[in-house]
């Protein structure tokens, strides 16, 4: 503990400075004076050598794990630690990263006789994403006669975790989060007869030869037909750009984030979309190269696994090698899947290298690239009238970036591979949207 004299005591101080001084031209009163002084000053270390000594130090501690939600309120537990149980008053206070706002900068707690803790919750708001630790609490409480501040500081050994927002996503695909297979819902016909077999039957007048087995034909001695259905289980992988194009800065809903920050969240929603398909789902993270490889897996804990993966993901400055990145996709994928690269192609160095090597990639897998649309870039004439002429010119650059985009897009059609510009109100919803259509149509 660090004590600091209390107001009450510079007052004591300050009053006898005064009296003092107007006693001193009167030699009477000097005994009084120093008689005065000798009391404060025997009160004054009386009552910090019983604080240091029978004044036990306050402790304080928060979870080992917090997790809070980005640019939503939420509280942090906090415990504090009383021993002897003694009725006290505490100032308490948090020293906060930079990145989280506290609601109130300090709290003023009564503990209450006979409790050796106690637990508060401080109203907080995080801005950021990210693993946060190691915060350090202070504490101040008053001494026996309340001439001195006992002040602590504690350092708090616990980890707040930041997890992106998606509850603004999610509403627009509420209707894709409700429970599933619950009367009155209406079940949707999928399209075509699909690719998995399921199992083998006598041939009925009408099947083609094509759906002929014509081993188990030959074994049994009469025409047996394959069946197949729907395939229900697929896999799919989203593939995040963070290289430097992913620090570019957008607006959405009021607070201006990168593009990662964006297509980090639209991920989410379509992993959690793809988790309620039933699908597996994995995901790959590169810039020069690829830093991370989460394998494809179904259920909660999975989806759960990628969330606490892209956690503290920050967009470096490297550029992407798109060369690399196909090369390890290739090696390490063996079965057809579905790839949704979140990326910018806005540089035709990249552009033109990722069109000459996706060629190779959709040969064997089903290629999507989605790449969040910028202000200002669509076709000249949409939109309201030009009113001054600067604005013309911006509309000019639009339209040639937008040209661009959709030349690439013509060009990696005819390569099996589908671009989009995605919009940043609706970026979740779009690429959610893209996954039912292939579902739907059975693309893979």
């Known amino acids: 503990m660090t004590p600091v004299p ?13 009296f003092a001084t107007a006693a001193g031209p009167l030699p009477e ?69 930079a990145a989280i706002e506290a609601a109130d900068e300090e709290r003023h707690i009564k503990l209450p006789p006979g409790a050796e803790h106690a637990r508060i919750e401080l109203a907080c708001t995080p801005r950021q994403r990210g693993r946060f630790g190691e915060l350090v609490a202070c504490m101040e409480t008053r001494s026996f006669l309340g001439l001195w501040l006992m002040r602590t500081r504690v350092t708090m050994a616990g980890e ?37 077999f399921e199992k083998l039957r006598d041939y009925l007048p009408g099947d083609g030869f094509d759906e002929i087995h014509w081993k188990a034909t030959a074994k049994r001695g009469r025409p047996v037909t394959k069946v197949f259905q729907v395939e229900r289980t697929q896999e799919i992988y ?17 607070v201006t984030q990168t593009a990662l920050e964006r297509c980090l969240t639209a991920a989410l929603v379509l992993l959690l979309a793809a988790q309620r398909m039933g699908d597996r789902f994995g995901l790959v993270v590169h810039d020069d190269r690829v830093r991370m490889f989460l394998r494809a897996g179904k259920g909660e804990a999975h989806h759960a696994a990628c969330r606490e993966a892209v956690l503290a993901l920050r967009p470096s400055e490297a550029t992407p090698d798109v060369a690399e990145i196909v090369r390890h996709l290739r090696a390490t994928l063996r079965q057809r899947t579905l790839l949704f690269f979140l990326t910018d192609l806005t540089d035709p160095v990249l552009a033109e290298d990722f069109a ?6 959709s040969r064997q897998h089903l290629v999507l690239v989605s790449q969040l649309r910028a202000p200002g870039v669509a076709p000249l004439f949409e939109g309201a009238e030009v009113g001054e002429e600067s604005e013309l010119y911006a509309r000019l650059a639009g339209h040639a970036r937008w040209s661009e985009a959709r030349a690439l897009a013509q ?26 259509d292939v579902k739907r149509r059975q693309a893979l």
Do not use: C
């Not at 209390?6 to 005064?18: C, E």
């Not at 000459?356 to 990639?361: E, F, M, N, S």
């Open 356 to 361: 000459r090597h996706a060629r190779v990639l």
């Open 6 to 18: 209390s107001m009450r005591l510079m007052w004591y101080a300050v009053g006898f400075a005064v």
């Open 411 to 436: 060009k990696l059609k005819p390569l099996g591979v589908t671009a989009a510009l995605l919009e940043n109100e609706t970026m979740a919803a779009q690429l959610v949207t893209q996954y039912l």
């Open 238 to 254: 989203v593939v995040l750009d963070t290289s430097r194009l992913s620090a570019r800065t957008v607006t959405h809903e009021g």
């Open 29 to 97: 009163l000097v005994p009084f004076v120093v008689l005065v002084a000798a009391g404060v000053a025997i009160a004054a270390l009386t009552d910090l050598a019983l604080s240091l000594w029978r004044l036990p130090v306050l402790g304080a501690a928060v979870p080992s794990v917090s997790r809070l939600t980005k640019d939503r309120a939420g509280k942090l537990p906090v415990t504090i630690a009383n021993p002897g149980g003694r009725e006290r008053h505490v100032r308490f206070a948090v020293a906060w990263p």
């Open 160 to 196: 707040i975790r930041v997890y992106p927002n998606l509850f603004a996503e999610r509403r627009q695909l509420a209707a894709l989060f409700l429970p599933r297979f619950q009367p009155g819902m209406l079940a949707r016909r999928m399209v075509g007869r699909g690719r998995e």
